[in-house]
């Protein structure tokens, strides 16, 4: 077994060698552009920006030297030979010097871009490959140090590499058998903390870490750049689709068809009321009783009994939609009214761009903010993205865990995060705590796969159809019941406008909820204790996109900002519209209709969903008029979108 572990601590130390050079580039990284960093840099706080740098060097040091790896840790003879051992060698050397100058010349290109280099390069100067090629040769000359610094990384590489010095020819078959089962042992043992190094972690929660998560090691979102390194920015992009920005009109033509800035009303007032946000974990239209009256024969309950009753006094509207349909696209259309688009917005690489959002805006009006999430802190990105819309503080399970009003393991659902009972009492007891006015939003996680309920319940939440998500919606409903006794009882109550949202639709049944448009309706209402929001169904279309710009209307916000929704408590029913991004095609709802564009422009699609829900009759032919006037705002829409995001233009 001696023998068989050098191979692993010759692995080991060169691997070590690698994740210095990384650190030697990030040092690097960091003084040639000192300008950008120095305003915030001593205020990190270094032990965490350290363990975020060590996550993405990880991600990206074992992706690049995977096949390094498994040829020193083979359990073969063969690889006892000198040239095997060069061979080795010489790949470890030419893969990890790619990843230093990429590292180094990023750090010059940083200037252009204020982020790491991503695979979005390629394609924003694919018809320029000649042209960027000169520019980096000019820039290699006029930095020459980084040249010589790279030089010297590759020579301690080469210098400093270690090589195992087993061999095996004095050792009996039954040590042979013993030296190589090992080996093999050791390289299979070796597959699940790779594929935990590259995920950035290896729990079920943890979502593969992608570029965005950088943000929650930080403070501002331009210091992710120091925490991420340039290959991992670059491998975990590649293959996402880009942002195409469409020429369907000109720039000045765009914003005079469509623009997601909202200017401030002189006359508002402002009514610095609290205000929470519930994003409610795949809590579809179809399992709300208030929105289903009519359907069984008028004989449907729906399993949200507490909503039900709770939207009998708020703001609810007859058409509700998600602007995507994963709990990554739910987050940033909630809370910064960013619909998903082509691809999530955590995965893109203008995840890093600067952004608004509730938090942010309301910042300015001296409020207090949180994000909640019972899962591990971390995960989903979700922490990430709060750091980087403005969020003051993230609670998640590790917080829960830590206070002895709530904390324990059994609390913990075995999977994903705590049951979303306790930790929406949880929810509760801190804001109760917070400085008023705070804005605060909280992400529940109990109606989802593996679809169980807290043993304490699984007699009174139980299956009761082939459905099991029924039960798992019926026991957070419950929840949010809890959580409403308790709220009722705190000062802070009638000062604060609820808001409540579904993340997407899930383990959908009915017939109409399986069709284009239905598979994006979800629960959206808002209740406001004071009535000021007045309580009413109106007949008009609300989406997650225009929960900000509501939010901020409903306090009496008074300044400029970037949104690509609507104010709903301003804008007229006939006005409303939603939009989606569904496998390809672009749609866009409004006064009754849907229109279905492909990415390319082209009309291809559109239905009367309101008087025909299941989406059966393409009109496309017989409502030219107004297919044509929602086209044109489409088409101007998502090229507003794109826009904006690759010219990092999402605040105002």
């Known amino acids: 077994m001696k023998k068989t572990y050098s191979y692993f601590a010759a692995f080991a130390v060169n691997i070590l060698l690698v994740y210095l050079c990384y650190q030697i580039c990030r040092i690097e990284y960091l003084a040639e552009n000192w300008a950008a960093f120095k305003d915030g840099i001593f205020n990190l706080d270094w032990l965490t920006a350290l363990k975020g740098s060590l996550v993405f060097d990880t991600s990206a040091i074992v992706y690049s030297n995977i096949l390094y790896m498994v040829l020193m840790l083979l359990p073969f003879s063969f690889r006892e030979k000198a040239g095997y051992q060069k061979a080795a060698k010489i790949l470890f050397v030419a893969v990890n010097s790619i990843g ?3 590292n180094l010349i990023d750090s010059v290109y940083f200037a252009y ?5 991503t695979s979005s390069v390629f394609s924003e100067f694919g018809n320029d490959t000649g042209k960027l090629g000169g520019v980096f040769f000019s820039e290699i000359l006029s930095h020459w140090y980084l040249v010589i610094l790279g030089a010297a990384m590759i020579f301690a590489l080469w210098k400093f590499y270690t090589s195992p010095k087993v061999k095996t020819e004095h050792l009996s078959k039954k040590e042979k058998i013993v030296h190589y089962s090992s080996s093999a042992l050791l390289l299979v043992l070796m597959i699940p903390l790779c594929i935990g190094g590259m995920r950035g972690g290896f729990t079920t929660a943890v979502r593969p870490v992608t570029v965005s998560n950088a943000t929650q090691y930080v403070n501002r979102p331009v210091e992710a750049s120091l925490i991420l390194n340039t ?27 469509f623009s997601p800035v909202h200017i401030a009303k002189d006359s508002v007032a402002t009514d610095k009321r609290n205000v929470v946000v519930f994003i409610l974990e795949s809590f579809s239209r179809e399992f709300c009783g208030f929105y289903n009256k009519t359907i069984d024969g008028g004989n449907y309950q729906g399993f949200t009994p507490f909503l039900d009753s709770l939207m009998e006094h708020s703001l609810t509207f007859e058409h509700t939609f998600a602007n995507g349909r994963k709990s990554i696209d739910g987050m940033p259309s909630s809370l910064s009214s960013i619909p998903y688009f082509v691809e999530p917005f955590f995965l893109t690489p203008y995840s890093l761009n600067k ?3 509730i938090a942010r805006e309301l910042k300015n009006e001296g409020y207090y903010s949180a994000f909640f999430h019972g899962a591990q802190n971390g995960s989903m990105g979700f922490q990430a993205f709060a750091a980087a819309t403005g969020y003051d503080d993230y609670f998640g399970r590790e917080n829960f865990d830590e206070d002895p009003r709530f904390g324990g393991e059994e609390e913990f659902d075995g999977t994903w995060a705590i049951w979303d ?10 804001m109760s705590e917070f400085k008023q006015p705070f804005v605060t939003s909280v992400f529940t996680a109990s109606s989802h796969h593996p679809f169980k309920v807290p043993e304490k319940y699984k007699d009174r939440f139980k299956d009761t159809d082939e459905n099991p998500l029924h039960k798992c919606i019926l026991y957070s409903d419950n929840a949010l019941r809890r959580f409403f006794d308790e709220a009722k009882k705190t000062d802070w109550f009638e000062n604060t406008v609820f808001v409540f949202t579904a993340d997407h639709t899930n383990q959908l049944e009915r017939d109409f909820s399986l069709t284009d448009l239905g598979a994006y309706s979800i629960t959206l209402f808002i209740y406001d204790p004071s009535k000021k929001i007045k309580p009413e169904r109106r007949e008009c279309i609300a989406q997650q996109i ?15 900002y970037v949104a690509f929704g609507k104010d709903l408590l301003s804008t007229p029913d006939s006005l409303t519209w939603a939009v989606n991004y569904n496998n390809g095609l672009y749609q866009y709802e409004k ?11 082209a009309l291809k699609s559109v239905y009367d969903f309101k008087n025909d829900s299941l989406l059966s009759h393409n009109l496309i032919d017989s409502r030219p008029l107004e297919a044509d006037s929602m086209h044109r705002v489409l088409k101007a829409l998502v090229q507003s979108y794109m826009q904006r995001m690759t010219e990092d233009n999402l605040i105002f």
Do not use: C, H, W
């Open 100 to 102: 230093i100058f990429i």
């Open 113 to 117: 871009t204020n982020r790491r280099t």
């Open 231 to 257: 290959p991992f920015a670059l491998m975990r992009t590649l293959g996402n689709k880009t942002f195409r920005v469409p020429d369907f009109y000109d720039k000045d033509e765009v914003e005079k068809i």
């Open 355 to 357: 952004l608004s959002g």
């Open 421 to 430: 009972e306790p930790f929406l009492q949880y929810y509760a007891a801190k």
């Open 546 to 560: 225009d929960i900000m710009p509501t939010v901020l209307s409903a306090v009496g916000y008074n300044r400029n």
């Open 591 to 601: 006064n009754g209709l849907m229109i279905q564009m492909t990415e390319d422009g």
